[in-house]
Structures are given as structure tokens and as C-alpha cells.
């Protein structure tokens, strides 16, 4: 029975030591020198006594940044991702809540890091990866880790402005990556296209299962997903053929048309998710990979990942949505009401999720996590946890569930209340858009498109007051260049509100 994540890689390294494990254009790690680079680092943090602390890896995004992680568990501390791309005020504001025990950096952020108003130890990798090993005193640390001890903290965005630290424990990373595997097919003949941020918790898809099962992960560099016909060939020149992308990367390949120039020769599974995938854009990616795996992942962070899953076995319509489908094994989704109980079948609810899955809460936060880390409302008789996502769902008839809309996508607007997700996806089924997003002022009572594609704003108004009543037309429509997007790849909401509270659009 695993108890420690690590013992994946100490496992897999036994059994195929100089296969790839991760790998960029410029370098790759065989498994050994993975696991023996991680256990230097780890032996350095122990000797520098730094225990059960937060540790963060400020690292550009490479085949060493994992071993930096699994070095911080190796010294029993959680290791906490950050990106330089990642805004500053955002970084200084994940500090203040950490207090980290120490940063490990590599030659290109060590500059960046010197200039936070912190005082503790900042480590460049380089210099501590060869740190002569410490079997004995890792095997101390060992003795005393728990399945219950956090493995990371990732942070995520509040609704105050200030990020909160999801903890994640070794018991609900092994579960949930166990059943991932399985999900998935997973094996060592596995080659991942890594395309999300490790800070993100969708990175996780391909750092823990190459570990587990020795499959080998390639992190494809991020420029890439500027020229999808380049993307494309980066896949096929390294025979990947396994993604687990955001859905926008996977629509910027397909509304881009780079399957007619070329298209990926190995890919044989495709996961996908942060946001829903329009019919449209599915459907391009099914025709250029007919005989191909796709599987719709849905889950928050705060779950340690994924609590859903639907792989795509039917043909749809542009006017259905993909399902996300059924729980993960030893996991329970709970619909809840506005009663906190549960409605009837095809009533929507808001997901709320029990089981292994759920991790520890935010960060030395216990106000945010007592709101939505809450007793099960179903258990009068003993403490349970379940994790409030904000998210709302139905099952349709097959049983398969259905992701409404964020709860805070709701609105209420000229006496309705209206999905704002149910006016994207209306558009996102023209030919001629390749996505949108609407925003809602809920001062001056107004509905608000944006969008990218190759039709007027007039047109699509036009269209809109042909599929919509009149208090769901959006009062402004307006064509952009790009739409924004947040640092994970999905649309920035939050920061599109801003732009139109600003009248900067």
C-alpha cells in the first residue's frame, strides 16, 4: 500500500533507471538521474534544517523543476510552484501568507528572487542538486511521513484579490492519480505534450503518472501555442500521444485550421478541461483523429484535481454539451440546492464532492476554508468534510452530469435570471467565432459579448436576437483581436470585467 508519493519514483527507477522521464528541446532526465538529483536536493534542505515547511520552486518550466518538487518531499516540506511569468504583486502576495522556509531557483529567476523583501534561504538548483545523498537522514524523514502530511500547496485565485494556498496530502494525490491512470490507460509507453504551468494543478496529469508508471512527459515550450501548425509538429517530432490540455489550447489548434497543413500522426488520447469544449471545435478535433480517446476532466483544485470524467462515446449535436460525466471511483459528487438538499433528477444543484480527493483546506487561511470545506449538510451523525465547488450541474437522462455555469455566472437581469454560459455557447457554435465571453454589470444592468472571430458585431447581434428573448441580448457586442487569458490558458473573467469597468473596451 502506498503511503508516500515518492515511492512511485523509487518504483519506476528500479525497474526502467535510463528511460526519459522528463524532457525539454534543450535536455532530459533519464529516471536515475531524476531520483538521484531529487534525493541530493532533498538531503541539502534536511541538512539545512528545513522541515515540514513550505518550499518554493522558482524554477522556469523544465525537466529539472519536478525533481526540485519531489527534493522538498524527500526533506518532509511541501514544495509550493511559482512562475516568473506570474505578476508580481501576485507572487509578493503569496509570500506574505507562506513564509517560506527557503526558495530554490535556477539561473534565470535567482535575480527575481533577490528582490522580494525576503530573508530566508535561497538556494540555486544547480548548486544543490550534486549535494552528496544522505540515505540515513532521508530515511528518518521517511519513518515520520505521513499519508496525511502535505505534498504541495497551490495557490489559486480569490475573490478578494488575494490568492489562496490549496494543501494537498500524499493520501489524496496517490488516490486520485491511481484512478487517473486507470481512467486514462496510462502505461510506460505513455509520451505526454505537458502544456499547462506546474504551479497549475492540471500539470499534475503528466508530473505524477510519468513518475508512476515511467512513462515519459515532454514540456513543450509556450510560444508554440502561438503557431498551432508548429505545435502540431512538435507533437509528431516527438511522438506524443498523450495530451491532457485546457480547453483553449485545444481550440486554438482547431479554430486556427492547422489539421488542414498537418495533423498528430501519434496521438491516441486527448483529456481535456478548465472549461467547456464547444461542439464545434470537438468536432474537428474528432474528424482529424477519428479512431482517437477524448475524455472530458472536470474538478477543482481543491479536490487535488479531477472528480469527473466522461469519455466521449456518442455523437453530439451543436446544440448538446459534453457531459462531465460520473465521479471518480471513491468519490461522491452531491448536488445540493438552495436548501442544501438535494433536487430532483434533471434540477440543477451545486457540485459539492466527498471522498479522499478533497485536500486540507487553504493555507494558514481558515476563514476561506471554513466557507466552502463545510460538514456534509446529508450527515447529522458524525464529522464529514465535502468540498463546496460553486458549480452547477444536472443529470440528464442517460445519468451522465452536466455542467451548468458557475454559480457566480448566474445573474439576474430585467426579472430573469439568466446563465451567461448558456449565451457563450450559443455563439460559440457559429462558424465564424472561435470563442467569447460575456460579463454582467450589475449596476447599470447589462449584458455584455466579447468575442474573437470573423463575423461583425452587428451580424452577431443580429443572430443573438434570433435565438434569444429580449432580456437575454446582450446590450453590448463587441469584436476583439485576442480575448484575454489567464496565466492556466483559460479566458480571464475577471480581468475582461475590469477591462469593461475601465471603458478600456
Known amino acids: 500500500m502506498l503511503t508516500n508519493v515518492l515511492q512511485y519514483l523509487e518504483r519506476t527507477v528500479l525497474r526502467v533507471p535510463d528511460k526519459l522521464s522528463y524532457a525539454s528541446e534543450e535536455m532530459g532526465l533519464t529516471f536515475q538521474e531524476l531520483s538521484q538529483q531529487a534525493r541530493s536536493v532533498g538531503t541539502r534542505l534536511y541538512r539545512d534544517g528545513i522541515y515540514k515547511k513550505p518550499v518554493v520552486v522558482f524554477m522556469a518550466k523544465g525537466p529539472k523543476t519536478p525533481a526540485a518538487f519531489f527534493g522538498a518531499i524527500y526533506a518532509g ?17 503569496i509570500f506574505e501568507t507562506l513564509q517560506p522556509a527557503a526558495i530554490i531557483c535556477d539561473e534565470s529567476t535567482r535575480a527575481i528572487a533577490e528582490e522580494f523583501d525576503y530573508h530566508g534561504k535561497i538556494y540555486t538548483y544547480e548548486e544543490i542538486c550534486e549535494e552528496p545523498e544522505d540515505a540515513a537522514a ?26 489562496k494556498g490549496v494543501v494537498a496530502c500524499h493520501r489524496s ?102 472549461e467547456v469544449f464547444p461542439i464545434k471545435q470537438y468536432q474537428i478535433w474528432r474528424a482529424a483523429l477519428p479512431h482517437a480517446r477524448f475524455v472530458n476532466l472536470y474538478g477543482p483544485t481543491e479536490i487535488t484535481g479531477v472528480c469527473t470524467y466522461y469519455e466521449v462515446d456518442r455523437e453530439f449535436s451543436l446544440e448538446e454539451t459534453l457531459p462531465i460525466g460520473f465521479a471518480f471511483p471513491n468519490t461522491e459528487i452531491i448536488l445540493l440546492d438552495e436548501n442544501d438538499r438535494e433536487p430532483p433528477l434533471g434540477e440543477q444543484g451545486e457540485i459539492c464532492v466527498r471522498g479522499t480527493g478533497v485536500t486540507l483546506g487553504y493555507y494558514c487561511n481558515p476563514e476561506k476554508t471554513s466557507e466552502v470545506f463545510v460538514q456534509n449538510p446529508l450527515n447529522k451523525c458524525y464529522p464529514e468534510i465535502i468540498y463546496r465547488t460553486g458549480d452547477l450541474a444536472k443529470y440528464n437522462a442517460r445519468g451522465e452530469l452536466v455542467f451548468v455555469s458557475r454559480k457566480d455566472f448566474q445573474v439576474k437581469h430585467m426579472g430573469h435570471r439568466i446563465e451567461l454560459g448558456e449565451i457563450e455557447a450559443i455563439v460559440d457554435k ?76
Not at 149 to 157: A, G, H, R
Request: net charge neutral.
Open 77 to 93: 516540506n511541501a514544495y509550493v510552484p511559482l512562475d516568473e511569468e506570474m505578476p508580481r504583486h501576485r507572487m509578493e502576495l
Open 430 to 505: 457559429l462558424d465564424t467565432v472561435r470563442r467569447a465571453c460575456c460579463v454582467f454589470d450589475g449596476v447599470k444592468k447589462k449584458i455584455a459579448l466579447y468575442y474573437e472571430g470573423d463575423i461583425s458585431a452587428l451580424e452577431l447581434t443580429a443572430y443573438l436576437k434570433e435565438k434569444f428573448p429580449r432580456y437575454m441580448v446582450p446590450s453590448q457586442v463587441k469584436q476583439l483581436d485576442a480575448l484575454p487569458l489567464s496565466l492556466n490558458g483559460k479566458i480571464d473573467r475577471k480581468l475582461l470585467k475590469q477591462w469593461y469597468e475601465e471603458n478600456k473596451i
Open 173 to 274: 494525490v496517490i488516490d486520485y492519480i491511481e484512478h487517473l491512470t486507470e481512467i486514462m490507460r496510462f502505461n510506460e509507453g505513455t509520451v505526454f505534450g505537458s502544456q499547462t504551468p506546474l504551479y497549475f494543478d492540471a500539470s499534475m496529469k503528466e508530473v505524477y503518472p510519468t513518475i508512476q508508471c515511467g512513462a515519459t512527459t515532454y514540456f513543450i515550450p509556450k510560444q508554440l501555442f502561438m503557431f498551432p501548425v508548429k505545435l502540431v509538429e512538435f507533437l509528431n517530432r516527438y511522438r506524443i500521444n498523450t495530451i491532457c490540455w485546457v480547453v483553449s489550447a485545444l481550440t486554438m489548434v482547431s479554430a486556427f485550421r492547422a489539421f488542414e497543413k498537418v495533423k498528430p500522426e501519434f496521438l491516441h488520447t486527448i483529456g481535456f478541461g478548465g
Open 138 to 163: 532521508l530515511s528518518l524523514v521517511r519513518a515520520k511521513q505521513l499519508d496525511t502530511d502535505p505534498v504541495y500547496i497551490m495557490f489559486t485565485s480569490g475573490s478578494t484579490g488575494v490568492p
